[in-house]
Protein backbone atom coordinates (compact mmCIF):
# COMPACT_ATOMS: atom_id res chain seq x y z
CA UNK A 1 0.00 0.00 0.00
CA UNK A 2 1.33 3.47 -1.08
CA UNK A 3 1.85 6.01 1.44
CA UNK A 4 0.92 9.51 1.07
CA UNK A 5 4.00 11.71 0.88
CA UNK A 6 4.40 13.53 4.31
CA UNK A 7 5.98 16.93 3.86
CA UNK A 8 6.53 17.90 7.52
CA UNK A 9 9.14 14.58 7.44
CA UNK A 10 10.52 16.02 4.36
CA UNK A 11 11.05 19.52 5.89
CA UNK A 12 12.60 17.75 8.76
CA UNK A 13 14.71 15.33 7.41
CA UNK A 14 16.23 18.33 5.06
CA UNK A 15 16.52 20.71 8.36
CA UNK A 16 18.60 17.27 9.68
CA UNK A 17 20.44 17.12 6.39
CA UNK A 18 21.59 20.39 7.08
CA UNK A 19 22.78 19.88 10.17
CA UNK A 20 24.69 16.90 9.34
CA UNK A 21 26.01 18.94 6.53
CA UNK A 22 27.53 22.00 8.71
CA UNK A 23 28.62 18.99 11.14
CA UNK A 24 30.78 17.50 8.80
CA UNK A 25 32.25 20.49 7.37
CA UNK A 26 33.30 21.88 10.73
CA UNK A 27 34.48 18.02 12.07
CA UNK A 28 36.23 17.56 8.48
CA UNK A 29 38.05 20.72 8.13
CA UNK A 30 39.15 20.27 11.79
CA UNK A 31 40.33 16.87 11.01
CA UNK A 32 42.11 18.64 7.49
CA UNK A 33 44.01 21.09 9.53
CA UNK A 34 45.58 18.47 11.67
CA UNK A 35 46.47 16.59 8.37
CA UNK A 36 47.57 19.25 5.87
CA UNK A 37 51.11 19.80 7.10
CA UNK A 38 51.93 16.57 6.75
CA UNK A 39 51.00 16.27 3.02
CA UNK A 40 53.69 16.31 0.58
CA UNK A 41 52.12 16.31 -2.51
CA UNK A 42 49.62 19.29 -3.46
CA UNK A 43 47.64 17.41 -5.73
CA UNK A 44 46.31 15.22 -2.83
CA UNK A 45 45.16 18.41 -1.18
CA UNK A 46 41.74 18.12 -2.64
CA UNK A 47 41.63 14.34 -2.00
CA UNK A 48 42.65 15.02 1.40
CA UNK A 49 39.91 16.80 2.21
CA UNK A 50 37.50 14.87 0.96
CA UNK A 51 38.85 11.92 2.90
CA UNK A 52 38.56 14.28 5.85
CA UNK A 53 34.93 14.96 5.32
CA UNK A 54 33.81 11.47 4.41
CA UNK A 55 35.53 9.71 7.58
CA UNK A 56 33.48 12.64 9.42
CA UNK A 57 30.05 11.22 7.98
CA UNK A 58 31.05 8.24 8.53
CA UNK A 59 31.69 8.49 11.77
CA UNK A 60 27.92 9.45 12.39
CA UNK A 61 25.10 7.10 12.55
CA UNK A 62 23.32 8.24 9.71
CA UNK A 63 21.01 4.31 9.09
CA UNK A 64 17.73 6.58 10.02
CA UNK A 65 18.25 8.83 7.83
CA UNK A 66 19.56 6.86 5.18
CA UNK A 67 16.22 4.83 5.89
CA UNK A 68 13.95 8.21 5.16
CA UNK A 69 15.68 9.00 1.79
CA UNK A 70 15.63 5.73 0.23
CA UNK A 71 11.58 6.03 1.06
CA UNK A 72 11.47 9.49 -0.92
CA UNK A 73 13.19 7.48 -3.63
CA UNK A 74 16.54 9.81 -3.07
CA UNK A 75 20.60 8.84 -2.40
CA UNK A 76 20.84 6.62 0.09
CA UNK A 77 24.03 8.32 1.09
CA UNK A 78 26.10 4.50 0.22
CA UNK A 79 28.17 5.79 -2.50
CA UNK A 80 29.52 9.21 -1.75
CA UNK A 81 33.39 8.37 -1.04
CA UNK A 82 34.13 10.27 -3.95
CA UNK A 83 32.46 13.64 -3.38
CA UNK A 84 31.30 13.87 0.02
CA UNK A 85 29.97 17.67 -0.02
CA UNK A 86 28.64 17.08 -3.45
CA UNK A 87 26.60 14.35 -3.00
CA UNK A 88 25.25 15.62 0.21
CA UNK A 89 24.50 19.01 -1.71
CA UNK A 90 22.46 17.47 -4.19
CA UNK A 91 20.58 15.33 -1.52
CA UNK A 92 19.84 19.33 0.41
CA UNK A 93 18.77 20.91 -3.07
CA UNK A 94 16.09 18.17 -3.76
CA UNK A 95 14.88 18.06 -0.36
CA UNK A 96 14.54 21.82 -0.46
CA UNK A 97 12.60 21.55 -3.68
CA UNK A 98 10.20 18.88 -2.93
CA UNK A 99 9.12 20.91 0.22
CA UNK A 100 8.67 24.23 -1.41
CA UNK A 101 12.03 25.84 -2.06
CA UNK A 102 13.85 28.67 -0.60
CA UNK A 103 14.35 26.78 2.48
CA UNK A 104 18.03 25.94 2.01
CA UNK A 105 20.79 28.33 0.26
CA UNK A 106 21.33 24.57 -1.72
CA UNK A 107 22.39 24.75 -5.00
CA UNK A 108 22.37 21.46 -7.66
CA UNK A 109 25.74 20.49 -8.16
CA UNK A 110 26.57 21.18 -12.13
CA UNK A 111 27.21 17.56 -13.61
CA UNK A 112 31.23 17.93 -14.26
CA UNK A 113 32.08 18.62 -10.71
CA UNK A 114 29.52 16.24 -9.11
CA UNK A 115 31.93 13.88 -11.23
CA UNK A 116 35.35 15.09 -10.83
CA UNK A 117 36.20 13.40 -7.37
CA UNK A 118 35.29 10.00 -9.48
CA UNK A 119 38.22 10.91 -11.77
CA UNK A 120 40.13 11.58 -8.70
CA UNK A 121 39.44 8.85 -6.63
CA UNK A 122 39.89 6.60 -9.92
CA UNK A 123 43.21 8.02 -10.36
CA UNK A 124 44.46 7.92 -7.06
CA UNK A 125 43.85 3.93 -6.83
CA UNK A 126 45.30 3.37 -10.17
CA UNK A 127 48.69 5.20 -8.17
CA UNK A 128 48.29 2.91 -5.26
CA UNK A 129 46.91 -0.16 -6.46
CA UNK A 130 48.10 -0.20 -9.61
CA UNK A 131 46.01 -0.56 -13.04
CA UNK A 132 42.37 -2.06 -12.86
CA UNK A 133 41.88 -5.70 -13.24
CA UNK A 134 39.41 -6.03 -16.19
CA UNK A 135 38.50 -9.22 -14.79
CA UNK A 136 36.93 -7.75 -11.50
CA UNK A 137 35.66 -3.93 -10.78
CA UNK A 138 36.91 -3.39 -7.26
CA UNK A 139 40.56 -2.87 -6.36
CA UNK A 140 40.55 -3.63 -2.57
CA UNK A 141 37.89 -2.98 0.35
CA UNK A 142 38.77 -1.79 3.87
CA UNK A 143 36.71 -1.41 6.87
CA UNK A 144 39.55 -0.50 9.45
CA UNK A 145 38.51 -0.01 13.39
CA UNK A 146 41.49 2.10 13.98
CA UNK A 147 41.61 6.15 15.03
CA UNK A 148 41.13 7.87 11.74
CA UNK A 149 41.97 11.57 13.03
CA UNK A 150 45.53 10.60 12.64
CA UNK A 151 46.49 10.44 9.35
CA UNK A 152 47.51 7.05 7.60
CA UNK A 153 50.88 7.15 7.08
CA UNK A 154 51.04 5.39 3.93
CA UNK A 155 49.44 8.71 1.95
CA UNK A 156 51.63 11.11 3.04
CA UNK A 157 53.82 9.70 0.92
CA UNK A 158 52.18 10.51 -2.01
Request: aromatic fraction near 10%.
Amino acid sequence: MMERYDSVKACVLLQNMISLRNEICREGNELFERWKSLIKNEEFMESAKNLSYYLSLRSHDIRDMQENLIHLGLSSLGRLESRTLCNLDAVIFLLSNMVGGNISKAECPDRSSFFYGKRILDKNSERIFGAPNKKRHSSCSIKANFCWRRFPRWMISW
